[in-house]
DNA sequence: GGCGATCCTTGATGCAGATCAAGACAAGAA
DNA sequence: TTCTTGTCTTGATCTGCATCAAGGATCGCC
């Protein structure tokens, strides 16, 4: 099973998929020795919470594979998405000591993980991985701030086409494939992930998706396999200019 | 004129009003002084752009006084601001060449300048800098997180409680003055800035600011200048748990 | 094959906030 | 004083999305 492939395939570092993205990709050889003393995995099933908002966190972490979410709740209930942890992107803050949002797993999931107190002497030793750290840091911000004007000024249709969007364009970027023309993405989310990421409600999604659909700006094949025929196109229906942005 | 007092008064660092809040909180006396050397202060009239998005930028600043606003505009005009600038808060991005937001002085501002190049080579050999510097971007992104989750989540009633509430606080903790049971704030905003904060239009800021003080939650003389009776009342208006959350 | 469970779609209706419009208020200029 | 300009308030109306409601599709399981 899977778990059991990275918990022995990956105790090499070299080999890490994510290696030269997550928040050691600036190591040398011998800060990734030292990295590689201290780290462990752990690995997590699909829609099993990793960390609940207000628990005490006792360890930072890179995910290494898989798709996992980070929601804030209202006391009613009111939910929203405020990042997608993608393979690479980290988790926790050093120097606090609990967590602030839940984190969820959408897909299966493995972490990198690295207890803090550790990584944080680890941290003040190299200052690769805070210079990487605080680059991946900027970068969340930037795509925080692209977020806020979604979720302040676009449409549900324009919420929904910036989703495709941004999801198709992180695909691309991490599977370096794209045939020709089209691109292909298969959503990782549900209806409902998606309505928590985007403000809006999933039955909203939803009719925002098949309107989409009906003009061809997408394709969709069962639920979540969209194709899109023309990207440029999606992206005059997400109202940005030029290039958009990417998402962390 | 302030521009003058600032010009020569702040030569020094250690008189600096922001010494043990900005970027530089951090630094020894020796570190101190040799970004004293490559420092420069700028001065801006309330209402002129700082920096404009898209254009090249040779700078990393602090704000010394005054408040400044970070905002994205769509190409058909729809604006959401992105960031509120108070005293200490940081601008610019070290490894990035041109600004993603404009930057806008809504009040008079100073700001404490350093070149990109000199302000990075400094930041690679003072870890203090660096230190500090990711400290201070975490706590952007946590602030920038809460608000999301008031763009996409909060009614209009919620969002404009949120908002006086978060600059109650604000203004507290600059000025440490608390007179008790109530409050009392000045809005550094317009309505229509207030809007573009809280992803609303002026009219709906203006009518819930009037409905708030019809009920008692806050009291309001002229435009801008605000008492709140009982902050607490304030929290539950805003949604908030407990605490809410604090602004960068 | 039938039966839940989960996820998704679609329709009907309602309402919060946008839009359109008119004027109030204050400060400065002529 | 009167005019102008910028800012804010308030009313009337409209609309995009939420809400409420009813099924459909797909899956695994007995």
Redesign the pocket.
Known sequence: MALQDIHSAHVDCGDCPIRHRAVCARCEADELSALEQIKYYRSYQSGQTIVWSGDRMDFVASVVTGIATLTQTMEDGRRQMVGLLLPSDFVGRPGRGTAAYDVTATTDVVMCCFRKKPFEEMMGKTPHIAQRLLEMTLDELDAAREWMLLLGRK???EKIASLVAIIARRHASLNLKRAGGAMVVDLPL???EMADYL?????????Q??ALKKEGVIN?E???HITIPDFDRLLEEAGDDQDGGMLV
Request: aromatic share 0%; net charge positive; proline share 0%.
């Open positions: 449409t549900a249709r549900t209806r409902e403000g809006l409600t999933l039955e909203t999604v939803s009719r998706i098949s969709l069962g639920k979540r």
